[in-house]
């Protein structure tokens, strides 16, 4: 019988309240899931509180990643951004979350990472050596501003590599990206897409965070290179019901409520960790 825990991320694009959310999560088998937080992590410990009551694990929290470039330009923003992450860091030390996960980027045409972003980075990794909380980098969309993290900080402890499986296959040409990072995973976020479907046009919408076995993804590759890195921490999965602009792929969930899109995903996760 494997023995991995399962997660999720709340909401899939769903109304439900919070905790009712959290209780569809824990009612259908998962063992854990993650939330995304306020500008300044204001709302984790309250969610923690819930998360808990309802006997689930709160595996990580989504730092806002909206205005994460401004980290590597000039200017007050950059300072303020930092002291955010910085704030959603402490948030989650106070509420007892073990991982945070961070973008390094946002935008499809920015390809210009340098010394100035990684001296910011480093006041969050510096805050960070100072708690519990692991930052789990996520491979997104310009790979070179996460090859710059780990160049200039990856040695800390405390920076790890959050592997997104749909972002590899849609936004870094299929790249091996925990071989890339080799021993540095401590976070997955695992979902199915069809790659990309313009190579001269590459562009969000194909980030569409399917069930696994809904688009193209090698599921029994992928976990053969979890058990390659050795990677025995939670399986954290990120699902959504909705189409990206201009998409149908997800009209294949329609008439599915809530529960029976989480009791899905907990199927097709199952699935995934049995390979």
């Known amino acids: 019988m494997n023995s991995r825990k399962l997660a999720i991320n709340i909401g899939l694009g769903y109304q439900d309240s919070f905790e009712d ?15 995304g ?18 006997g689930l694990i709160y595996q990580s929290v989504h730092s806002p990643f909206g205005k994460v470039h401004h980290i590597w330009e000039e200017g007050d923003e950059g ?26 980027i946002i935008g499809m045409d920015r390809h210009t990472p340098n010394d100035l972003g990684i001296k910011r980075f480093a006041r969050l990794v510096e805050a960070a050596e100072k708690t ?6 996520e491979n997104v969309e310009n790979l070179e ?15 790890g590599l959050c592997w997104d499986t749909g972002h590899e296959m849609c936004y870094n040409f299929h790249k091996d990206i925990p071989g890339r990072f080799h021993g540095k995973l401590i976070c997955t976020h695992f979902n ?13 919408h194909d980030d569409a965070h399917l069930l696994p076995f809904d688009g193209i993804a090698d599921w029994a590759g992928i976990m053969r290179r979890i058990e390659r890195e050795n990677y025995n921490g939670i399986i954290t999965f ?11 792929t997800h009209d294949i969930y329609n008439g599915l409520d809530h529960e029976a899109f989480l009791a899905l995903a907990y199927e097709r996760a199952c699935k995934v960790i049995a390979l």
């Open 21 to 35: 959310t959290v209780k569809l999560t824990k009612s259908v088998g998962f063992d854990g899931c993650f939330t």
């Open 192 to 204: 199915d897409n069809l790659g990309i479907t313009d190579p001269e046009n590459v562009t969000w």
């Open 132 to 137: 519990d909380v692991k930052l789990a980098f």
């Open 79 to 104: 300072e303020h951004q930092t002291d955010l992450l910085i704030s959603c860091v402490n948030a989650c030390q106070s509420a007892g979350v073990p991982i945070m996960i961070v973008h390094p």
């Open 238 to 248: 990120e699902l959504t019901r909705h189409n990206k602009p201009n998409k149908t």
């Open 145 to 159: 501003y996460l090859d710059k993290i780990f160049e200039g900080l990856g040695n800390s402890s405390s920076v």
């Open 37 to 54: 937080c306020t500008e300044n992590g204001s709302d984790i410990l309250e969610k923690a509180e819930i998360i808990a009551k309802n």
